[in-house]
């Protein structure tokens, strides 16, 4: 039977209205022209994830070709495209993601790129279980963590990642394990919330949001999209002044309280712990490591962990302080203003 041909979904008026009818933002790279005037402008395409410090990384990480690396969070793939370009078709890198839903896509591109599974192994996995991958195919002369969640997660609004759009109050990076944002809400006390988001946000109006919250749920009213957790915390703020500062500070609190959901949903501070821990065993003598973090927190934990691993002994060098990118990189991508690298060296 002959296939019929799939006509691109049609929109009315000059402009896409939903993420669903912007054809361009699930296949952005048949669209270099219009990639190259977002990117002009400071922006990230919708369905695109730039890449951040990859020269320093690179320059750290010193790739030779015949060596084996580990990227440890392949996202959309653009580290891990670099660091193969250095292995030169000579060495292999294994790659890990959680997200179902991204890591096939990132395989395909990267497979139309040229890098098949002679130089690339793609395996959904957390990078918690770092040590279950160096058993099987480790040590690793170079390792890659980049904790940012990818912009392609955040512009989908079907993962409730952002509060700028409507969508499910989800926010889990594999969707098909755990509970969702809107469930663990439910399940938190008032005091526990409150909590977390000091604790993962160092969110200063944390007491008022917790309170908001607890009332909306004793009403029965739901907190089960991105919109009306956006609403319950613009409630929460209704005693500042109405003006621009007062939209600066909802904005900037809707940021921290999402991410804040973000890490707990994900156990994302216990997972890098993990991670931190069973990093040593599984680089090879020699071998390198390389951490991008977006988060106060995150950075104190590996700067904690390479400190000790330096005074253990397990590493022969470390960062002494941290790395940021460029203001021209920060200017070019706005995404990339809270990035931090650290590095660690294993002895030989």
Known sequence: MEQQHK??????????????????????????????????????????????????????????????????TLGYGGHTRRMLEQLQGSGHIYALDVDPIEIVRTKERLERAGFGSDVLTVIQENFANIDRIAAAHGPFDFVLADLGVSSMQIDNPDRGFSYK?????????????????????????????EGMLVENADEPHAARIAAEVAKTLRRKSPIETTTQLREVIERALAHLPDNSERRDIVKKTCQRTFQALRIDVNSEFEVLEAFLDKLPKALAPGGRAAVLTFHSGEDRMVKKAFKQGQKQGVFCAIAQEVLRPSAEECRQNGRARSTKMRWAVRGE
């Not at 409507?166 to 938190?188: C, I, M, Q």
């Open 165 to 193: 759009v409507e969508g499910p109050l989800d926010l889990r990076l594999n969707p098909e394990k755990g509970v969702s944002a809107a469930e663990r809400l439910r399940a938190l006390t008032q005091e526990e919330l």
């Open 7 to 72: 006509r691109r979904v049609r929109y009315k008026g000059t402009h896409p209205k939903t993420y669903a009818e912007k054809y361009k933002e699930h296949n952005p790279e048949q669209y270099a022209d219009t990639i190259e005037k977002v990117i002009s402008k400071g922006s990230t395409p919708a369905g695109m994830h730039r890449s951040i410090m990859v020269n320093e990384i690179l320059e750290f990480l010193q790739i030779q070709p015949g060596q084996t690396g580990l990227d440890a």
